[in-house]
């Protein structure tokens, strides 16, 4: 089995990110670095903070470092501890889709261009990886808001680009795919969820997300279908 330092490595290469982009004022590259090489150990503050930073849950190191045999995540940390939930994960896109949700565009588009202006401001001086991503989104869903279709696929892209590149999925990233759907060109939906769907098998041992292909195939033919009756129009035309 591999040591907890090592699984992180191979966790935080899949997801692209380097040591810099993951250490904060919490934990610093050197620690990172010592944790990974087997050197030293975290306290289990810092420990799941890290895995906040590289998106993933406790479940999901624990499922990864058991080398992919089912374990129960309350063997580590019961619901009164301090487990890292996959919704903590994605809590900040859901924070922008009840903005969406609340919108009556074009009039009350506001406090989603509101929401836009406030975090380009917090990219500038702290443009993170997961911060990167959500400006991705919320220019998205700004479009979405003023009609501005083609302009929402080509703001997405650094989330198609991300969710390319990562070698691992986790939860994070089928849900960051499910939210971002409906702003995609066609070609990305199919490509993206054939690779989710590949990734999203062996969720179904985790009892929080039984429905999560369902939920994945259900958006990504909801959207597939859109596409079609839109291009029926277009040959009619």
């Known amino acids: 089995m591999s040591s907890l ?40 503050d810092r420990f799941l903070h890290l895995l906040d930073q590289i998106h993933v849950t406790t479940s999901e190191f624990f499922y990864w470092q058991t080398d992919q045999y089912a374990a129960d995540s309350s ?19 859901q924070e922008i889709i009840v903005l969406v949700n609340h919108a009556d565009p074009p009039k009350n588009v506001t406090p989603i261009d509101q929401y836009q202006q406030r975090l380009s401001k917090t990219v500038k001086d702290q443009p ?13 869903s700004a479009d979405l808001m003023h009609f501005n279709l083609d302009k929402a696929a080509q703001d997405i892209l650094p989330v198609v680009n991300y969710l390319s590149a990562v070698g691992q999925w986790g939860e994070f990233e089928v849900y960051l795919l499910i939210f971002s759907l409906s702003f995609l060109e066609a070609e990305d939906v199919l490509r993206l969820f054939k690779r989710a769907m590949r990734r999203a098998d062996w969720y179904q041992w985790l009892s929080d997300d039984r429905h999560m292909r369902f939920n994945l195939c259900f958006d990504a033919f909801s959207v597939l279908g859109e596409f079609t009756i839109e291009m029926q129009h277009k040959v009619k035309k």
Do not use: C, D
């Open 128 to 140: 993170t990886p997961m911060n990167l991503l959500l400006m991705a989104y919320v220019n998205s």
């Open 5 to 44: 330092g090592q699984t992180f490595h191979e966790l935080r290469k899949s997801k692209g990110l380097t040591l810099k982009e993951v250490a904060n004022e919490q934990v610093s590259v050197a620690v990172i670095s010592k944790f990974e090489n087997g050197t030293s150990m975290l306290g289990v």
């Open 75 to 93: 063997s580590y940390f019961n619901e009164a501890g301090h487990s890292s939930p996959s919704w903590k994960l994605i809590e900040p896109f």
